[in-house]
């Protein structure tokens, strides 16, 4: 079908995008409403004596400012944590309230401390300049190995020694003693830096109540609408879900940051109940870098274990990671059930054992930012294997086919108790390495230009799908137009092309006629799980080809009663019933026009984990005069087990490589170590990578299809970012290995690459000296 499945279909929703014409929540209007504007602490440990509004609440065009004591008053709860885990001796983890504004003490610099409401957005914003508070400064901390030192100072009474969670996957005892047992250990120390997911379009919303029928309404830009619902409302006002819809109009980026729930998401609601009219708060780009979840910020320490045919023997992880000063919804997800199950990536491993420990500290709060844990999981497999590889004096690509779990071997449990269902990585790689030119790089790195040529190889491989339910309701109304229902979100990704080709294909209709409806809780569709963990085709591709089928089905019934036949009898090809050997036919529009209208329901779940893999090979040449970085070349094989759309693929992989090579170059979010004080608070101090910082990439795919999905697909969503850093850093290594550099934290900025060299060369020169 020219349309079907595997095409290239150019994406239907650029047009309102590139013509100015999407509607985003900050377009969106209602007859009398208010703005909002949140007061923040300007430091990031203090004792909060007192918030004082009086002046506030004063000034012209204002209409209220609220504090915690006001919150308290009204009996409005905390924030949800969703995911909650035990210590590793069995002790529950504690659960400080992350209330909607301070009470008491600041936790982190730009922590929520009042809100206020005025009648125009500069008002609001005069206003809360002019809340006063009295706050008594406490020692900040702001790394994970400083605040669980014995003398730190301590943000939660309930988490002593600031220790948010103690959690571990597999037998240390194990693991040491097969890696005493062992040829040879390769030993590394590494740092996953903090980032600020900065999005496109920042954080918003919207508040409504409707007195009379008790009713709340939120209009917020988020991963999912339900999910917001579901994960904020009751906990927050104690109130029954269904008195509160959501709606998320188009989205500017998410990113993983705008799947949970914000304080100002609740807040806005509280200040329309209280002042009976709409109420709305936009973030700037200034608040952004403070109050937005940011994501990474861990340090590992790791050992791999060879036996004497430099077969692996052991993996052992210990990993130091922040909360932030909040606990957010998935804040120990990513570090524990997300990252270390992953660890072994692609290879045959038969101990593993990670040890974390998660720590509360004065900065911002740490969540889900694209791959949540993957990423960091493949970064710290991928630099061990490639520094075994150096130490040993093998190709790095012959360390990793030696070491691959071959296709034979599928489906295969890994150590950490992970079944990955299909994959042949030893092939994806050296397609990869054809594609990059791989033999032919020795010839490119002996140019004399003065410039310190390397070449990275990474693989990675990733669990998509958060185990769960997506459902979807597709329409055939009686003058042909065709509405798809899905509870997933788009944020960018291309999700309407995606679910136009899926229905276009599976009725046989035109794809103009087709729209896709997301993002309102007032849409009735079975259930909804949002937009997370490159879950939309996986959960919600099977939930609409369940619902195109029902629909079918109904048709089908319908258009046999219609030709006097039985259904059993009918053909069914490109929109329309036949019967074979007559040229008796209708079309499936006309069945839904002659039975006023044609609905089919679908119900998807799937509980196992797709494994979407693939092999990054990056080409770098470096300056060292200068320390500068420049990308020449990146390839990318990927499995994602079935191509729906290779366009809207390629940009998903393009967009994540961006992003990956972004923390591996460019971006690291900096607070200074004794106040806590964000350093890098804009985009001239946080390095957010430009178009001439990534070259153009080359993006195919060798895919296996996934045997427990039935479209046979593997998620995509995150991938390129998730193996970009390793590919990108053994890069940089291998260009500087000349000099007897071995490792480099992220990012790799000109500054820290010229010191390493200048370091190096200093080294060298004492070492000729000796």
Known sequence: MKFGLGQPFRRVEDLRFITGTGRFTDDIHYEGELFAAVVRAPVAHGVLNGVDVSAAREMEEVLAAYTADDLAADGIGSLPVIIVLDHVNGEKMPLPAHTLLAGGKVRYLGEPVAFVVATSARAAQDAAEAVMLDIDDLPAVVEPADALAEDAPELFAEAPGNLALHWRLGEIDAADAALDASARVV?????????????????????????????????????????????????????????????????????????????????????????????????????????????????????????????????????????????????????????????????????????????????????????????????????????????????????????????????????????????????????????????????????????????????????????????????????????????????????????????????????ACITVKTGDTDHPIPSAGGTVASRSMVHGGGAVKLAAGALLAKASHAAAKLLEVNERELDFDDGLFRVPGTNRHVGIVDVAAKVGGLEGIGDFEQMIGTFPNGAHVCEVAVDPE???????????????????????????????????????????????????????????????????????????????????????????????????????????????SGLGITHLDMPLTPSRVWEAVQAAKALARQTSYD
């Open 187 to 511: 030993e590394l120390e590494l740092i996953n830096n903090r980032i600020v997911v900065s999005s496109m379009e920042p954080r918003n919303a919207i508040g409504l109540y409707d007195a009379e029928a008790g009713q709340f309404t939120l209009v917020t830009g988020s991963q999912g609408s339900h999910m917001i619902r579901d994960f904020m409302f009751e906990g927050v006002f104690g109130l029954p879900a269904d008195r509160l819809r959501v709606i998320t109009p188009d989205v500017g980026g998410g990113f993983g940051m705008k799947a949970i729930p914000y304080p100002e998401q609740a807040l806005v609601l509280y200040a329309a109940r209280k002042l009976g009219r709409p109420v709305r708060w936009q973030s700037s780009r200034a608040e952004a870098f403070l109050s937005d979840t940011q994501g990474r910020d861990n340090a590992s320490k790791a050992w791999l274990g060879l036996d004497a045919e430099n077969r692996f023997t052991a993996l052992k992880v210990e990993t130091l990671a922040s909360a932030g000063g909040a606990l957010s919804a998935f804040g120990v997800y990513c570090p524990t059930l997300s990252g270390p199950p992953m660890a072994p990536g692609v290879y045959k491993v038969p101990v593993v054992a990670t040890d974390v420990r998660i720590a509360y500290t004065n900065n911002a709060p740490i969540d889900a930012y694209r791959g949540a844990g993957r990423p960091e999981a493949a970064y710290l497999i991928e630099r061990l294997v490639d520094k075994a590889a150096r130490e040993i004096g093998i190709g790095p690509d012959a360390l990793r086919a030696l070491n691959m779990i071959p296709p034979e071997e599928m489906p295969h449990t890994t150590a950490t108790g992970v079944t990955y269902d299909s994959g042949d990585f030893v092939r994806v790689m050296h397609k990869a390495m054809e594609a990059a030119d791989w033999a032919g790089f020795s010839a490119r790195r002996a140019v004399a230009d003065g410039k310190l040529r390397g070449i990275g190889l990474a693989y990675y491989i990733e669990r998509t799908g958060v185990p769960g339910k997506e459902g979807a309701r597709v329409e055939i109304a009686t003058d042909g137009a065709v509405i798809v229902h899905v509870g997933t979100q788009s944020t960018g990704q291309g999700h309407e092309t995606t679910y136009v080709q899926m229905t276009a294909e599976a009725l046989g209709l035109d794809p």
């Open 626 to 736: 200068t320390g500068f970085i420049k990308v020449k070349r990146y390839t990318v094989v990927d499995d994602f087990g079935r191509t729906l759309n290779p366009l809207v693929l390629s940009g998903q992989v393009h967009g994540g490589i961006a992003q990956g090579i972004g923390q591996a170059m460019t971006e690291r979010t900096v607070y200074d170590p004794e106040t806590g004080q964000l350093l890098s608070g804009s985009f001239m101090d946080y390095g957010l990578p430009r178009a001439d910082d990534v070259p153009f990439f080359s993006v195919t795919t060798q895919n296996t299809p996934c045997t427990t999905n039935p479209l046979g697909i593997k998620g995509a969503g995150e991938a390129g970012a998730i193996g970009a850093p390793p590919a990108f850093v053994n890069a940089v290594v291998d260009a500087l």
